[in-house]
């Protein structure tokens, strides 16, 4: 048994279906190599993957939690990313065994809403698919599942989706890379009438749900960031220094380089899993000097003495914190 640098547990899972099911995106199947039944999950939860390059990915599940037998993952190949999609995509072959971990739930159904309203952007539908099958299987509650993509062939599940078991429950729309063609959510988002909101997909995505959420309770909107996206590139950063209040220990946080990533290789073992400002795991207390707040879990209120270390950063040269028990 492998760990990651997180020290998540990670067993060997045989790769058993790998097929392209969308332009440039990929369902990958896992199974344990005897056959063995699988760690449960819930809907909304996540694995770590080791790629075949070695570096260790988050990817969300996609099947219906009942299922025990397999996880499936659906993963968009990023020609211009880190590698970690190209290696799981180009490197792999169907009877191959990777590391993976027991499944991490940081967007968790929670509550008793009078019904869900599920917001996808492109392979942001993936964790909401796994709810969706959830909420099918069990009789749960009503939900309405909004869709948006660039093309129909970039569309993840397009077909399942289009399905006669889903009409009235889910619309599908395509801007075809118009901003004029925008789905405008707002007649959505107007009135909470006691739903949930659980949005997933690209960061300008989430932040025009939060800036029009803005008036329903904060327990009731719920955001994750699929693929770990850096919020600002090295050019628009510039460095800081982050001094730990319980030991006055100063650490150089330079440009291009989170706070998370500077107290990692400094030897602090902080909580953390999104590295997308999404899960609150890396949630630090913030005691003195001005934060450049970029995650999407923190109200205002919460800002004023809170930072999410792994995507914030300073506008004072020094941040003052306390790091996560």
């Known amino acids: 048994m492998a760990t990651t640098d997180n020290a998540v547990p990670m067993t060997a899972l045989e790769v058993t279906a790998l097929d392209a099911i969308a332009e440039g995106i990929y369902r990958l199947e896992f199974a344990h190599p005897e056959g063995n039944e699988l760690p449960e999950f819930t809907p909304g939860a996540h694995l770590h993957i080791e790629v075949p390059n070695g570096q260790v990915r988050r990817y969300s599940l996609c099947n219906d939690p009942e299922e025990r037998e397999r996880y499936v993952i659906a993963v968009k190949r990023e020609e211009a990313g880190t590698g970690g999609s190209k290696s799981l995509v180009d490197d792999t072959r169907v009877g191959d065994r990777l590391q993976v971990s027991a499944p991490v739930n940081d967007f968790e159904l929670t509550g008793n809403p009078a019904r869900y309203v599920f917001i996808a952007g492109g392979i942001g539908i993936t964790p909401i698919l796994s709810m969706i099958h959830h909420l099918r299987s069990t009789g749960g509650k009503p939900f309405k599942l909004y869709y948006l993509t660039r093309e129909p062939e970039q569309t993840a599940f397009l077909e399942e989706l289009s399905g006669p078991e889903f009409r009235g429950k889910v619309l599908i729309h395509h801007d075809h890379g118009d901003p004029d063609d925008s789905y405008d959510l707002w007649p959505v988002l107007e009135q909470p009438k006691g739903a949930h909101i659980y949005c997933c997909g690209p960061r300008g995505l989430m932040e025009a749900v939060r800036d029009m959420t803005g008036h329903w309770s904060s327990s009731s909107v719920h955001f994750e960031d699929f693929g770990a996206q850096k919020q600002a590139s090295a050019e628009n950063d510039t460095p800081f ?46 005691i003195e000097g001005e934060a450049d707040h970029r995650d999407l879990v923190l109200s205002d209120a919460e800002r004023a003495d ?20």
Do not use: Q, W
């Open 241 to 286: 220094t982050v001094r730990l209040h319980a030991t006055g220990e100063a650490i150089p946080v330079p440009a291009g380089v989170s706070i998370l990533e500077a107290l990692r290789a400094n030897g602090h073992h902080v909580p953390y899993s999104c590295e997308s400002g999404t899960c609150g795991s890396c949630r630090s207390t913030l």
């Open 306 to 325: 809170h930072i999410m270390v792994c995507v914030s950063r300073a506008c004072s040269k020094e941040l003052v914190i306390d790091l996560p028990e």
